[in-house]
């Protein structure tokens, strides 16, 4: 496997719906052994998670991962704060623009990356119910449009 190949396994569907997402960026998850099998066996769930910046380091809090089966006494929490590795300038950058403007860390989605897990975190500024309501609307007229041309073409 090469170290361009990507391989989602997990996507925060409900952080696209809440959220808009400004920017991204990539971070690597510090895991155990047992994490990263089940990881790979697609033990993971981030409908409620979020990051924050304690310490100069960033956490990712809320995020699920599954027991792995045959992990024993090795196996840690599910819930368990895992920290995300990024450089430290970039981490002052999101925790700058987090405090001034109020926007919050998202993960957005895990992957692989190669052979290494990596966690897609968004700076996302929160969706007011109207924001929400017209983005619905436009995915209803989108799929209206798409479903016209296809009749149309057949």
């Given at each position: 496997?090469?170290?361009?190949?990507?391989?989602?396994?997990?996507?925060?569907?409900?952080?696209?719906?809440?959220?808009?997402?400004?920017?991204?960026?990539?971070?690597?998850?510090?895991?155990?052994?047992?994490?990263?099998?089940?990881?790979?066996?697609?033990?993971?769930?981030?409908?409620?998670?979020?990051?924050?910046?304690?310490?100069?380091?960033?956490?990712?809090?809320?995020?699920?991962?599954?027991?792995?089966?045959?992990?024993?006494?090795?196996?840690?929490?599910?819930?368990?704060?895992?920290?995300?590795?990024?450089?430290?300038?970039?981490?002052?950058?999101?925790?700058?623009?987090?405090?001034?403007?109020?926007?919050?860390?998202i993960p957005i989605s895990v992957y692989f990356k190669g052979s290494m897990v990596k966690v897609q975190v968004g700076l996302c500024k929160g969706k007011k119910l109207h924001d929400k309501r017209d983005d619905m609307a436009a995915k209803a007229a989108q799929r209206d449009i798409?479903?016209?041309?296809?009749?149309?073409?057949?």
């Amino acid at each position: 496997m090469d170290k361009t190949s990507f391989k989602t396994i997990a996507e925060n569907r409900k952080a696209r719906h809440e959220y808009f997402i400004l920017e991204s960026f990539e971070a690597g998850i510090e895991l155990v052994g047992t994490e990263v099998k089940s990881i790979r066996r697609g033990g993971v769930n981030l409908k409620d998670s979020w990051c924050s910046v304690d310490d100069g380091e960033l956490w990712v809090k809320g995020m699920h991962i599954s027991p792995y089966d045959h992990g024993n006494i090795f196996n840690r929490d599910p819930m368990r704060v895992r920290r995300l590795l990024m450089h430290k300038k970039q981490i002052m950058q999101f925790l700058g623009k987090v405090k001034q403007e109020g926007l919050t860390l998202i993960p957005i989605s895990v992957y692989f990356k190669g052979s290494m897990v990596k966690v897609q975190v968004g700076l996302c500024k929160g969706k007011k119910l109207h924001d929400k309501r017209d983005d619905m609307a436009a995915k209803a007229a989108q799929r209206d449009i798409e479903r016209a041309v296809k009749e149309r073409n057949h």
